[in-house]
């Protein structure tokens, strides 16, 4: 293994400086433009998948092997021993090895190491302490990367280059990230994500969702409107379909559980079932500022959002999706010290 001289993890674009976030924003660009080279070579990532993937583990592994590098998937529990992450522990159940030899030995094989790992949705409280990520990011002696557990700052990249390829400067705009029906409760990630990286880059945005009970973790509210006070953009929460759509650039759906309900899904399921009109559909669209739209997908067609709306040329979904190709590699060569 290539030693690294300093440590640095990926597993939050807020603990990027402006500067260091533009820099991966540019040379990503620089990527889509010039897929292949050399800043990898030699060297190798760990994916560990503790859930499933299509376009995180696709592009992860052909962006290594495009920048001359080797990747090796995972999945504790299928192809890989279970692993226990609670110190202290009496060992006497499942799991067969502890995340404290996981990530030294995956370590000494490896120059970076990446891990998803969704919440349990059991206990919020437990959930958000993002203890496997943390775990791994504490053991491990190479840099580890957030590859999406109650953060996906990967799709941030991947959505903020797109922004900036549509919309150019971004500082002002107004831009919609709204709650969307989903006949599952999800993980919280990518609206925390979009939140957070929409502020930071100075967007007015506005936060829709059926009621208080889908508001995001204060975590995550607070960071946002401290981002938004830092860039010179806002951060406002609405109930109002109308008015939160009327004006907006940009359009941006997700679907989420609420939060109080977290584990007990039943007693959020009649809430959920009444705001399926929160579909994105053209008569929504045509009250914006003749808005681009995007979702991270998979997205449920005609639940989540319209054919119509999908299968217009507003629709970045597909540009944002290819960026994620793009941007992983910015934060691979960017945390082993490559540039382009």
């Given at each position: 293994m290539n030693s690294v001289l300093r440590k640095r993890d990926f597993l939050n674009?807020?603990?990027?400086?402006?500067?260091?976030?533009?820099?991966?924003?540019a040379s990503a660009a620089r990527f889509k433009h010039n897929r292949f080279g050399q800043q990898l070579a030699g060297r190798t990532i760990a994916l560990v998948f503790f859930n499933p993937s299509m376009r995180t583990r696709s592009s992860f592994e052909i962006g290594a092997w495009q920048l001359g590098g080797h990747a090796v998937v995972l999945q504790p529990g299928k192809d890989a021993w279970g692993i226990e992450f609670d110190p202290g522990r009496v060992m006497d159940g499942e799991p067969e090895e502890h995340v404290s030899e996981v990530a030294r030995v995956l370590s000494r094989y490896c120059d970076l190491i990446a891990v998803r790992a969704f919440p349990k949705f059991v206990d919020w409280r437990v959930d958000r302490e993002d203890r496997v990520l943390k775990a791994f990011a504490h053991y491990a002696t190479v840099p580890?990367?957030?590859?999406?557990?109650?953060?996906?700052?990967?799709?941030?990249?991947?959505?903020?280059?797109?922004?900036?390829?549509?919309?150019?400067?971004?500082?002002?705009?107004?831009?919609?990230?709204?709650?969307?029906?989903?006949?599952?409760?999800?993980?919280?990630?990518?609206?925390?994500?979009?939140?957070?990286?929409?502020?930071?880059?100075?967007?007015?945005?506005?936060?829709?969702?059926?009621?208080?009970?889908?508001?995001?973790?204060?975590?995550?509210?607070?960071?946002?409107?401290?981002?938004?006070?830092?860039?010179?953009?806002?951060?406002?929460?609405?109930?109002?379909?109308?008015?939160?759509?009327?004006?907006?650039?940009?359009?941006?759906?997700?679907?989420?559980?609420a939060l109080p309900f977290f584990g007990h899904w039943e007693g959020e399921r009649g809430q959920r079932e009444a705001a399926r009109h929160f579909i994105v559909d053209e008569a929504k669209m045509a009250l914006t500022h003749n808005a681009i739209f995007s979702h991270c997908l998979p997205l449920r067609r005609n639940v989540k959002a319209s054919d119509a709306v999908m299968d217009s040329a507003r629709c970045?979904?597909?540009?944002?999706?290819?960026?994620?190709?793009?941007?992983?590699?910015?934060?691979?060569s960017w945390l082993l010290g490559a540039t382009l």
């Open positions: 674009t807020n603990d990027l400086s402006r500067a260091e976030l533009d820099g991966l924003l580890v990367i957030n590859m999406e557990t109650i953060t996906h700052p990967c799709q941030e990249l991947a959505h903020a280059l797109m922004l900036k390829e549509q919309l150019g400067d971004l500082v002002g705009r107004k831009y919609l990230l709204t709650w969307t029906y989903h006949p599952k409760p999800l993980n919280t990630a990518v609206a925390n994500s979009a939140l957070l990286i929409a502020t930071r880059l100075g967007l007015d945005v506005t936060l829709l969702c059926p009621s208080a009970d889908y508001v995001l973790d204060p975590r995550y509210m607070d960071l946002g409107r401290a981002n938004a006070a830092e860039s010179g953009g806002s951060l406002r929460v609405s109930h109002d379909i109308n008015a939160s759509y009327r004006g907006a650039d940009v359009v941006y759906a997700k679907s989420w559980g970045k979904a597909i540009d944002e999706a290819e960026n994620r190709l793009h941007v992983q590699k910015a934060v691979m």
